[in-house]
């Protein structure tokens, strides 16, 4: 305790408890709130001791440096928060008995070691609005119970190693789910249709699964900020509807084995021209040209479009993008001159053109500011140029 950020009261043993630093007590003088987040704290998790607290509500340990584990954690019927995140070391199983904290809120136990499955009790926890498990080592396939949890706002399953597929009724029933993130799984099957008619969905990152299949045409999401579909296997077209949606910024849907074109309302529609990041790279049938409505996207920053089938000309809005900063058209095969203006765009940083049929000169005044710059050259002339052959 001697090296605690803040140790107020705690080496004091004639201290009463409810004077500590970081405890909250009832008015009988019960322990309800243990609130000590990044105070230096090394150790073993006293876990029997605190899961019997018969009146503990709330328990935060996030981010010190902890051992032990939460086997008793079903003991303390009365606890609403358990945030456990970030302590490096805890490790065990998430216990079945955890489906006995039925006035729980939130969970928070990312960034540990814990190992094992996912108890299928969880879905007893219907009241719980947030359930992170990201970074750890779960295995086994998510718990379809996880449907009874409709509360649920907050879902944060990413980087362990579970398997199987995603429930279809996971869409069906958390109505209210802004967030929901399962990447870095090893998750197969289709993209669940449901997943589309979460109206009130933020985040949905799928990537690096081995999902397979289509991607569903059906999106109705009015609040849509990022979708990661990323380094999956999936086929099929780009759909429309996703160009459709009036918040999105971020799109990455590169690594895949998609076949079409990029669809031609892409930033059309005035209330859909949000879209900051798009990046359909190395899904080698993407064909077709880069569609002119993409400039109405005046905040694009990130597009990639390399190693596809892609062809045309590059595109002269790209020189009066004002946001732009990554353009990667590599490995396609773009054709012709390459527009006067591009080396006035003002924000371009990262540029790739090698592996296409384009020339021209591009003004020396872009090297100033770039900090990759990869074409053939010639037939390209700029006098930064990295002719990419060590790429």
């Known amino acids: 305790m001697e090296d605690w950020t803040d140790n107020n009261g705690w080496l004091e043993a004639k201290n009463n408890e409810c004077n500590w630093f970081g405890i909250r007590c009832s008015a009988e003088e019960m ?16 876990g029997r001791e605190l899961f019997r607290l018969s009146q503990l509500e709330r328990l935060e340990l996030w981010i010190n440096d902890l051992h032990g584990d939460i086997t008793e954690v079903g003991e303390c019927g009365t606890l609403q928060k358990l945030w456990l995140s ?17 006035n729980m809120d939130s969970i928070y136990l990312q960034n540990n070691e814990f190992e094992g499955r996912i108890p299928s009790e969880i ?11 990201h970074s750890n080592s779960l ?54 249709v449901s997943l589309g008619t979460l109206t009130d969905l ?16 059906i999106w109705i999401w009015s609040g849509l900020l990022q979708f990661d579909a990323w380094n999956n296997d999936l086929t099929g077209t780009i759909p429309s509807a996703l160009f459709t949606l009036p918040q999105l910024r971020s799109l990455r849907l590169n690594n ?40 109405n996207c005046a905040g694009l920053r990130t597009l990639k479009l ?52 384009i020339s021209g000169r591009i003004d020396n005044l872009l090297c100033n500011r770039v900090e990759e710059f990869q074409a053939n050259c010639p037939p390209v002339n700029i006098s930064c140029c990295d002719n990419g052959l060590d790429t």
């Open 306 to 357: 390399s190693n596809n089938k892609m062809k045309g000309p590059i595109p002269t809005w790209v020189g009066d993008s004002p946001n732009l900063t990554t353009l990667y058209l590599d490995g396609n095969n773009f054709s012709g001159e390459i527009p006067s203006n591009f080396g006035l765009a003002p924000q371009l940083t990262f540029v790739r053109l090698q592996g296409n049929s």
């Open 31 to 46: 322990v309800v709130e243990i609130i000590l987040p990044m105070n230096n704290m090394t150790g073993t998790l006293p």
């Open 139 to 192: 295995v086994g396939s998510i718990p379809p119970e996880f449907e009874e949890c409709t509360q649920l706002q907050r879902l944060y399953l990413d980087n362990n190693t579970l398997d199987g597929t995603l429930p279809e009724r996971l869409g069906r029933n958390l109505r209210l789910l802004t967030d929901f993130r399962v990447n870095h799984n090893q998750l197969e099957g289709s993209i669940p």
């Open 256 to 295: 895949n084995f998609l076949a079409s074109g990029i669809p031609d309302n892409i930033c059309s529609d005035a209330i859909s021209r949000t879209l900051v990041n798009l990046d359909l790279s190395n899904n080698t049938f993407i064909t077709g040209m880069i569609p002119e409505s993409l400039e």
């Open 202 to 217: 933020e985040v949905l990152y799928l990537d690096n699964n081995d999902l397979t299949g289509t991607i569903p045409d």
């Open 123 to 133: 879905g007893r926890l219907n009241r719980m609005t947030s359930f992170s498990v």
């Open 86 to 102: 970030d302590t490096l070391h805890l490790s065990g199983t998430i216990p079945t008995s955890i489906g006995r904290l039925i």
